[in-house]
């Protein structure tokens, strides 16, 4: 059980245009989902926090109007990064909690690995 | 905001020995402390995880300890294994909420 996918796997576009990654939770309902990136060799960085419904919450230094986030339901939230460029290459990675209180364990997708020519 | 602090950031173990990896936290208030596992190209992985009642857990070859005074907690692997090489991150909560600050991820090697 518990169990998240996002879509795709990995993706290679050019720049200037937009990428949509989507994050659904598979047998559960995701109270809370989480952003993340991952550079090369680096620790994860909460990008963003969506519950379904509302705005999500960015982190400080990440620009909300370039990562759009839509949390569309209580198993969809989507990530877009609007205008790429090749420093938005990176790997995204999203998770959900179920209960959405402190301490919840968070179940993580398998990443999206985005390359920006 | 929480601060956490892993080390060491590499480990290299041969097969059997055990591996421990430390981190720190800052937040006197954080009472949640997750431990993943991320292999290469794949999301993180929760292996095991302790709350704030309890000094130590175990789950077969891995345990965690945590000091709350002191405000650092460890991943104990013994008997490792090549299937254990793998990036380990240690997070704690941030700002009392759900979402949680990682450590910086240790890189373990197991040579078998």
């Known amino acids: 059980g518990a169990v998240v996918s996002q879509h795709p796997s990995r993706v290679i576009c050019k720049s200037g245009t937009s990428v949509k990654i989507e994050c659904r939770s598979l047998?559960?309902?995701?109270?809370?989902m989480f952003w993340y990136r991952q550079f090369p060799k680096q620790s994860l960085m909460l990008m963003a926090t969506s519950n379904e419904g509302s705005k999500a919450t960015y982190e400080q230094g990440v620009e909300k109007d370039k990562f759009l986030i839509n949390h569309a339901s209580l198993t969809l939230s989507t990530l877009t990064v609007t205008s790429a460029h090749p420093e938005d290459s990176s790997f995204y990675i999203c998770?959900?909690?179920?209960?959405?209180?402190?301490?919840?364990?968070?179940?993580f997708g398998p990443g999206t690995r985005l390359t920006v020519l | 905001g929480e601060n956490v602090e892993q080390h060491p950031s590499t480990l290299s173990v041969q097969e059997g020995d055990s591996a421990v990896i430390k981190c720190t936290y800052s937040d006197s208030a954080s009472n949640y402390f997750p431990w993943y596992k991320q292999e290469l190209g794949k999301g993180p992985q929760l292996i095991i995880d302790i709350r704030s009642n309890v000094g130590e857990k175990k789950d077969q070859r891995i345990a965690v300890t945590l000091n709350k005074t002191a405000k650092h907690f460890s991943l104990h692997i013994t008997e490792t294994q090549p299937e254990d090489s793998a990036v380990y991150f240690c997070a704690a909560p941030s700002g009392g909420y759900q979402k949680v600050t990682f450590g910086t991820g240790t890189k373990l090697q197991v040579i078998p």
């Open positions: 047998d559960f309902q995701a109270t809370t």
């Open positions: 998770s959900a909690t179920i209960f959405g209180t402190p301490g919840d364990e968070q179940f």
